[in-house]
């Protein structure tokens, strides 16, 4: 899942980043509302971080905005101001949650998890993807193959949605590796090879496919039913 935190605290921002890579989210930090908007306008996010005091707007009109643009991505606010009128109004603006600073890490992934399970569902199916025999669960890590699940770690899960959301197009290997690292992340110049290469050993050599010198691709369905 990837998700985009705006704060401008250097401190609380790293240690952040630092909590929720661990627990599996590939993270975007951001420090300014005008990076906020830049973001969200060229990438999908799962989930967003948003800090009410950032140096160039508010983060209620940041959050105003979004949904006033019918963005329903799940939002948990950080405020250094905890009280009652603030956490109402905040709630009112469409926050799905929020933590007064200063606040535990493991609150946060709690929050986090807990707003992620209560997210809205995009369609009938608990927001599954399919592609012929593969069936993914985005909000829950899990796939199943001819209905039998298969235990994927949470990177090559990562690589196999990106393919699954862009069936129809070869991804080249730097958008895969988008959907792999949150910025400034150090990436492994072969990572893609080595996740598609687990994911083949998991779902057979069919499913993905390398396209020379581009990238990969998912087969169409009637090859590998
Ligand atoms: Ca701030």
Redesign the pocket.
């Known amino acids: 899942m990837r998700l985009l935190m705006a704060?401008?605290?250097a401190l609380l921002g790293s240690a952040v980043h630092k909590a929720l890579s661990r627990v599996g989210f590939a993270v975007d930090w951001v420090q300014s509302g005008r990076h906020f908007e830049s973001s969200l306008a060229t990438h999908h996010y799962d989930f967003i971080i948003l800090?009410?005091?950032?140096?160039d707007e508010r983060g209620e009109n940041l959050l105003r905005q979004l949904r006033s643009r019918r963005q329903r991505t799940p939002v948990i606010v950080v405020t250094?101001r905890g009280g009652v009128q603030d956490r109402v109004a905040l709630l009112d603006l469409g926050a799905d949650d929020y933590l007064v600073k200063p606040f535990d890490l493991d609150e946060l992934a709690a929050r986090v998890r807990s707003v992620l399970r209560r997210a809205p569902v995009d369609d009938g199916s608990d927001g599954a993807l399919e592609h012929g025999a593969l069936r993914l669960y985005p909000k829950r890590f899990c796939v199943t193959w001819n209905e039998e699940p298969v235990p994927l770690t949470h990177r090559e899960f990562w690589v196999l949605e990106a393919l699954v959301r862009n069936r129809n197009q070869v991804m080249s290997r730097s958008q895969l590796e988008e959907a792999l690292y949150g910025w400034g992340e150090e990436v492994d110049s072969n990572a893609v090879e080595v996740y598609v290469h687990y994911l083949r050993r998991k779902l057979g050599p069919e499913l993905i496919q390398t396209v020379r010198g581009v990238g990969y691709q998912l087969a169409p369905v009637r090859e590998h039913a």
């Open positions: 704060e401008d605290d800090d009410l005091g950032l140096p250094a």
